[in-house]
């Protein structure tokens, strides 16, 4: 999935600590310092680094096409070697045929097989061919967000350790319960240090589950519509698709709930037996503009998220065309994530609120309508 074309998989990050001033004059360089370069060191399976984002070759960002107004645009590019487990199971039976023929033994020690497996392992490994996968990433600098397009733990923490190794910045996932280094935010959740993977650092993913199936009802309660202000309302329609769990890890379980209309007779079912909704397909509608997108509650991430229709009824266009069209769909990006941002704070202030009593109540009655 591309920021220039296509649906759209997004997770957040923020830079653990403020910029230099001289950001702006040294960014060109750290980002240079890591660029991809192409050779793959022998016996090593994956090979990491950035490329442009408008033109996939420029390695060495000579036209500084990484910046587009406040943006900063570019990508990781990993290539990975794989060996098929089918021919690595058939090479090493061959191989310990052969040895055992030589020596005259009917079996190999463990330790003996295990050292030929990996022999044979490396020897395939030089002979497989890279196979390129590129993330798209854009920076906002003044809102201090780092945009990065993949929902993959192990791409994720690719793409943390190169920032780091890069910019000499950590760099934090970004959920609307903590703040921009980590600390807990008043809705509850826990510390992450950077060093830890995306995926652990869902300190409560429980807050993201209570806020959505919170979502789900404040859309029912009024046909979609809900309110951002007292003269601003959304039209907010959750489609087709609905996960509900209980528990997380090995103890997990989980609901799925696919079809126009299966959402509402499982799906509240599960919630009476004490699940939450884990991720939903959404229809969000700001100002006659339509979004469609997966939310991903636990570590508020957007999945193949389509945007509205005239940013994705471009032709073909010149260079300058194609960074108007780029810029437009990076800020229809942000608005469809601002708005839950939004949804999020209002959720949050109500939950801490005299109010939320009410609200519960009127939560529970929904869920128990049948």
Avoid at 64 to 83: C, N, P, W
Avoid at 188 to 203: K, L, M, N, Q, V
Avoid at 243 to 248: D, E, K
Wanted: charged letters at 30%.
């Amino acid at each position: 999935m591309s920021l220039k074309t296509g649906l759209i998989s997004c997770t957040r990050f923020t830079p653990a600590a403020p910029l230099p001033g001289n950001f702006a004059v040294v960014f060109h360089d750290c980002l240079q310092s890591a660029a991809f370069r192409d050779f793959f060191p022998e016996n090593e399976e994956k090979f990491r680094g950035w490329t442009g984002l408008q033109e996939i070759l420029d390695t060495e960002f000579a036209s500084a096409h990484h910046s587009l107004g406040d943006y900063r645009v570019f990508s990781l590019r990993v290539d990975r070697k794989t060996v098929p487990g089918a021919l690595l199971r058939l090479r090493l039976l061959e191989a310990e045929r052969r040895l055992l023929a030589e020596r005259g033994a009917k079996k190999l020690f463990k330790e003996e097989r295990e050292a030929l497996r990996e022999g044979i392992r490396r020897e395939l490994l030089k002979q497989a061919p890279p196979v390129p996968a590129l993330f798209d990433v854009c920076w906002s600098l003044s809102r201090g967000t780092v945009y990065f397009l993949s929902l993959s733990e192990k791409i994720l923490q690719d793409f943390q350790d190169l920032f780091h190794t890069s910019f000499a910045l950590g760099i934090a996932l970004r959920v609307p319960w903590t703040d921009p280094v980590g600390s807990s935010s008043p809705a509850g959740a826990a510390t992450r240090r950077e060093d830890e993977s995306p995926a652990a650092s869902s300190p409560s993913r429980q807050t993201g589950r209570e806020f959505l199936t919170w979502l789900w009802f404040k859309s029912e309660e009024r046909n979609g519509r809900i309110a951002l202000a007292p003269d601003e309302e959304v039209l907010l329609v959750f489609v087709r698709r609905l996960v509900l769990a209980a528990g997380i890890g090995d103890y997990a379980e989980s609901v799925v709930c696919q079809g126009q209309h299966a959402s509402l007779l499982e799906g509240k079912e599960a919630l009476r037996q004490g699940k939450t909704v884990r991720e939903a397909r959404l229809s969000l509608e700001i100002d006659a503009a339509t979004w469609e997108f997966t939310f991903k509650a636990d570590l508020f991430q957007f999945q193949a998220m389509k945007l509205p229709a005239p940013a994705e009824e471009w032709g073909e266009e010149r260079e300058a065309g194609a960074e108007g069209r780029l810029l437009e769909r990076i800020m229809l990006m942000e608005k469809a994530m601002d708005t839950m941002d939004r949804l999020f704070e209002i959720y949050t202030a109500l939950r801490e609120s005299p109010s939320w009593s009410a609200e519960a109540a009127r939560l529970t009655a929904w869920m128990n309508k049948k």
